[in-house]
């Protein structure tokens, strides 16, 4: 006889058998309650059913008997199966896989169709562009808008899928980040409760995991429709504070389409770069905020378009449209996932010919940098505001590296107030990520004036010097041609010592400042005492010529002022021997937003 007893204490709440049935292992004879949950006792054996040692309602003990039988054949009886759908799908599991769909594209033909009309992408198709396939994991994604008192729950889940945000943790370029789309197809891609919940939740999982995130920022702000919470003004919201905190500890990408104000562009000014398409528009508030702040009536597109918005300095990087966008934003992303393993360079020795051989005639800094650059891996940032200097994240032999450069085309390469800005906040980006900085310098200098002094410069400037010396990654320089003064030093991060290497092209030319106005300056009093204009001209040209010949790169290096004169077709051997291959990131707190 087999016995067959409580595998722990609970109550009777069914028997299923009575004595003289025949039953099979594994068929279910009792079901014990314990702990509110249901625990079927089965058949150790087959057999018939003997005694029956319980009562329904009865409290048992652990290891008491309940059922014996007398092992033998078992009864031909079908076994009792839990229903389920014809295509084998429980019903729960058919509910939460019919809510998920709702939220997807397929399932929302208007509002992609009016998305397509519009020229824009999803946020979903966005996404699905920006991850590697199959990688994507969405947060969230049966989140409705708290509006469960003006709204059924039926036209919620229609209408405002994952409360207007697509969020989640994916692959880009083999390197897990964070994903954060807000949908413009729900409520504008405002900003909701649960929507805020979301994102403080993605950001969390940014910081604890040091994952880049990508956010892309189209929406309306602020959403003053939610009903189902009691707030105020919800002024305690973290997201923008979680948000701030990793500036500086994880790359920081912002995209943004279409209209973009208030909460969402507080949130994009955050990052370490933004990429704007044509027709965007960003602005801290809102057509209905500047009306409402008795400001006047505006049109959505004059709010911050980008023929502002790019010159300005705000917008990094402009496309023509999402497509374009997500692309960008892969490519900048990979600069900071290590080195490539595939690269390949231009013929080295047109550089020897990348700067005129008459010192005073402008030349194409960019064509030098696409030269000493790996083939197509330069991305330039900011390329239409601070124009004297350019920015660039670039690759030297498959390693990532960024890149200052002074622009001989723009007041002759004289750094002004936008230029430091943009080159200082440039330096603490490199720094941050552990980049290092590869500085080709040809200055005049500082820019000087009353009109220049107008714009702050005293403090702007400094902003190079007071960056510059708190680099903890390496900076290697190359002085194309000038080399002058304040404004040298600061390309130099501080003094022609401070780079790993400082070397020279053949073409280079050093001073305390434009040698013309030095010995103008300097000699003022003897070119004075000259009556003649014929010989004090001169007499004026060969002291030019003189102070030409002492601030040769030459006659520098020979009193080791830089570290050499290098013959330009070996730029690249001096940046990949002198960097280290291994750089520590940066304990900065964060990068600088403008």
């Known amino acids: 006889m087999e016995r067959v007893v409580a595998p722990m204490q609970g109550t009777v709440v069914l028997i299923s058998v009575k004595p003289g049935d025949r039953v099979a292992a594994g068929q279910q004879l009792v079901v014990l309650e314990s702990m509110k949950m249901e625990h079927v006792v089965a058949a150790t ?49 058919a509910e939460v896989l019919a809510r998920k769909a709702a939220g997807q594209d397929a399932n929302r033909p208007e509002a992609v169709e009016r998305r397509h009309r519009e020229g824009r992408r999803t946020a979903r198709e966005n996404v699905e562009d920006l991850c590697d396939p199959g990688t994507f994991v969405e947060y969230g994604a049966l989140v409705v808008a708290a509006q469960r008192q003006r709204r059924s729950m039926a036209e919620l889940v229609a209408k405002t899928p994952a409360d207007g945000m697509v969020a989640g943790i994916a692959e880009i370029g083999g390197r897990e980040s ?28 940014a910081a604890r995991r040091e994952l880049p995130v990508v956010l892309f920022a189209e929406g309306g702000g602020g959403r003053p429709g939610d009903t189902d919470v009691p707030l105020v003004a919800m002024l305690e919201a973290p997201a923008f504070s979680l948000f701030a905190r990793l500036s500086g500890l994880v790359p920081l990408v912002g995209v943004v389409a279409g209209r973009c104000f208030a909460g969402n562009a507080a949130l994009l000014g955050c990052c370490d770069v933004i990429i704007g398409t044509a027709g965007a528009t960003i602005g801290m508030g809102g057509p209905a905020m500047i009306e409402g702040g008795g400001l006047g009536v505006v049109a959505p597109e004059d709010v911050g378009p980008m023929s502002v918005q790019v010159p300005n300095g705000v917008v990094d990087i402009a496309v023509a449209d999402e497509a374009e966008a997500v692309q960008v934003a892969k490519k900048y992303l990979s600069y900071f996932s290590g080195p490539a393993g595939d690269w390949s360079t231009m013929d080295q020795e047109r550089l020897r010919n990348a700067v005129p051989e008459n010192r005073v005639r402008a030349y194409d800094v960019r064509a030098v940098i696409e030269l000493v650059a790996d083939t197509d891996s330069v991305l330039e940032l900011r390329p239409r505001f601070g124009e004297g200097i350019v920015t660039a994240l670039v690759r030297v032999e498959g390693r990532p590296m960024g890149l200052i450069a002074n622009n001989p085309g723009h007041l002759g390469g004289a750094i002004d107030r936008d230029a430091a800005d943009k080159a200082a906040r440039f330096m603490q980006l490199c720094d941050s990520h552990g980049l290092p900085i590869v500085s080709l310098c040809d200055t005049p200098g500082f820019m000087v004036g009353p009109e220049s002094e107008k714009t702050a410069t005293v403090r702007h400037f400094s902003r190079l010097f007071v960056t510059g010396a708190n680099l903890t990654v390496p900076l290697c320089s190359i002085v194309l041609r000038k080399a002058y003064g304040l404004g040298a030093m600061a390309m130099f991060g501080g003094g022609s010592k401070i780079p790993y290497a400082t070397v020279a092209w053949p073409t280079a030319e050093f001073g305390p400042m434009g040698l013309e106005g030095a010995i103008r300056l300097g000699f003022r009093r003897e070119l004075d005492a000259i009556t003649d204009p014929v010989r004090r001209k001169e007499t004026l040209e060969n002291m030019i010529a003189m102070a030409y010949e002492r601030g040769k790169a030459l006659n520098a290096a020979s009193m080791f002022e830089v570290d050499d004169v290098i013959d330009p077709s070996g730029t690249r051997r001096w940046i990949t021997a002198v960097l280290p291959k291994e750089v520590a990131r940066a304990n900065r707190p964060h990068v600088d937003t403008w």
């Open 45 to 93: 054996t087959d057999g018939q059913v003997g005694q029956i040692s319980v009562t329904a309602g009865e409290t048992v003990k652990r290891d008491q008997v309940l059922v014996t039988i007398q092992p033998g054949a078992p009864a031909a009886a079908p076994q009792a199966v839990e229903e389920t759908a014809e295509d084998g799908i429980r019903a729960d599991l």
């Open 178 to 205: 964070v994903v954060v789309a807000y949908d413009a197809t729900v409520l504008a891609g405002t900003q909701g409760f649960y929507n805020h919940a979301k994102k403080d939740r993605m950001f969390e999982l």
